[in-house]
Every structure is written in C-alpha cells, then in structure tokens.
C-alpha cells in the first residue's frame, strides 16, 4: 500500500504542477492578445 500511496502522491505532484504551467500559459496568452489587439489599432508609422 505504500508503494501506491507513494505513487498517487507522485501523480497528485505532477498533476498540479501541469496546471499551474496551463494557468500560466493562458494567463500568456490572455496579455499577447492584448498586445496584439494594441497594435491593431494603433496606426502604422
């Protein structure tokens, strides 16, 4: 049993670290559309 437990705790681990890297990826996402919607409208020089 230890051995399992060992292993969920090893996965638990990994899954938050995935979705902490997700949050931080749409968060990314979310400012380069900013960005992009910015000089979208500013005129060209």
Do not use: G, H, T, V
Not at 5 to 28: G, M, P
């Amino acid at each position: 049993m230890e051995e399992k437990d060992r292993l969920i705790a090893s996965l638990r681990e990994q899954l938050r670290k995935a979705l902490q890297k997700n949050s931080a990826q749409e968060q990314e996402i979310i400012l380069l559309n900013r960005e992009l919607e910015r000089a979208k409208i500013k005129p060209s020089k």
